[in-house]
């Protein structure tokens, strides 16, 4: 069985300021670690992912999220954000018979 | 990245009529399909996964007989919701990959409200 647990609901933010959303796992085997963006109303997009290798992943938009395997969690940062980052984010880890799971989602709200 | 559409975006239909969504990929072949839910203000929900030219797999708790799935090509993949009711009303997601642990695509979904 393998979970995943973002650890704030909502986190509001003021444009330029660093952000950081927290995402952690559970899981009985090797899994796979993706971020992803979605806009109101629309599907998600996929800001990066963790697959093997380098443990500090860069994305799209500036994104970045480190992968630590002794804490099991993959949170993910921006050093300065921008109105257009206000989104809902989600975590999601995917194991080897490709079965996903996702967070329940952070709400970023960036403001002025 | 890849493109991943889905048709139609919204639907309305009446209780007990059939509704049936597509999930195409515009620019590779994809070998895995999955199906989403989601309700206002929550995670994803998987409900099925599907491979092309086989039987989808669904999730614990899934009508199979309820919501029909069928991935006939490497480009597309449908969802079809029986006799649908008001409690089916949600947001159907679909993403696409080129093997089961590879990067999903994700369609922009189909908002369905069954009255």
């Known amino acids: 069985a393998q979970s995943v647990t973002q650890l704030d609901s909502q986190v509001p933010v003021f444009e330029e300021a660093p952000v950081e959303l927290r995402c952690n796992y559970s899981?009985?085997?090797?899994?796979?670690l993706f971020w992803y963006v979605q806009y109101p109303n629309q599907g998600l997009q996929l800001l990066l992912k963790?697959?093997?290798?380098?443990?500090l992943v860069k994305g799209i938009n500036g994104f970045e999220a480190e992968f630590n395997k002794s804490q099991t969690s993959f949170h993910l940062r921006k050093p300065s954000v921008h109105i257009s980052d206000t989104a809902e984010y989600f975590c999601a880890v995917v194991n080897n018979a490709g079965k996903s799971t996702f967070g329940d989602g952070t709400t970023l709200t960036v403001k002025p | 990245g890849a493109v991943v559409s889905q048709h139609p975006s919204w639907v309305i239909c009446k209780s007990g009529t059939s509704v049936k969504i597509e999930c195409r990929s515009l620019d590779f072949q994809a070998t895995t399909m999955f199906w989403y839910r989601q309700f206002p203000k929550q995670s994803l929900m998987l409900m099925a996964t599907?491979?092309?030219?086989?039987?989808?797999?669904?999730e614990q708790g899934v009508e199979k007989d309820k919501f029909l799935i069928n991935h006939a090509s490497l480009t597309l993949s449908t969802l079809t919701v029986t006799s649908a009711h008001p409690e089916d009303s949600s947001f159907y997601i679909c993403?696409?990959?080129?093997?089961?642990?590879?990067?999903?695509?994700f369609g922009p979904g189909t908002r369905l409200t069954v009255l």
């Open positions: 993403s696409a990959s080129s093997g089961f642990t590879d990067t999903q695509y």
């Open positions: 963790y697959l093997s290798g380098s443990t």
């Open positions: 599907s491979n092309e030219g086989s039987k989808a797999t669904y």
């Open positions: 899981s009985s085997v090797s899994v796979y």
